[in-house]
């Protein structure tokens, strides 16, 4: 497939996975995701794989608290959660990586450093009223 001999690797060590970090039960939501469960536990990485319209995104995004859930439970280390929103999510220590980064995951505008701090932006900033006071927000500076 590569088109030439690849060299011998070494075994991959294993490395022992912990307790269940996080476990869904029979979520659903939309029309798509009908009793989706699994579990995760510390250590481990899941991938969720299936065809264009297969539910797997609006598995993630009702997780990740972008969509609302109509069934189910999530259980963050062993206690239920109910995440309303993605803020909510990353307070709990939740992150996503979505599938199409360009446009749901990344301000293309705004450097890697404050692409990095949009989820603490509220902790880093001094605010008034609600608002971002100019000079300390850094979020839409322009590159020099």
């Known amino acids: 497939m590569v088109g030439h001999d690849l060299p011998e690797r070494k075994?991959?060590?294993?490395?022992?996975?912990?307790?269940?970090?996080?476990?869904?039960?029979?979520?659903?939501?939309?029309?798509?995701?009908?009793d989706v469960s699994f579990a995760v536990r510390s250590g481990e990485i899941l991938g969720i794989a299936g065809?264009?319209?297969?539910g797997r995104t609006e598995t993630m995004m009702a997780i990740f608290g972008e969509t609302e859930l109509t069934g189910g439970r999530v259980l963050l280390r062993g206690q239920k959660v109910e995440i309303r929103s993605p803020i909510q999510?990353?307070?709990?220590?939740?992150?996503l990586v979505p599938e199409n980064r360009i446009t749901q995951g990344v301000i293309l505008i705004a450097s890697i450093r404050n692409n990095i701090t949009l989820p603490f932006v509220s902790k880093l900033?001094?605010?008034?009223?609600?608002?971002f006071r100019p000079r300390h927000t850094i979020i839409f500076r322009r590159p020099r």
């Open 125 to 131: 900033a001094r605010r008034r009223a609600g608002l």
């Open 11 to 34: 075994a991959e060590v294993k490395r022992p996975v912990g307790k269940v970090a996080l476990r869904v039960r029979n979520l659903r939501t939309g029309e798509r995701v009908r």
């Open 89 to 95: 999510a990353v307070k709990k220590g939740i992150g």
């Open 51 to 54: 065809l264009i319209g297969s």
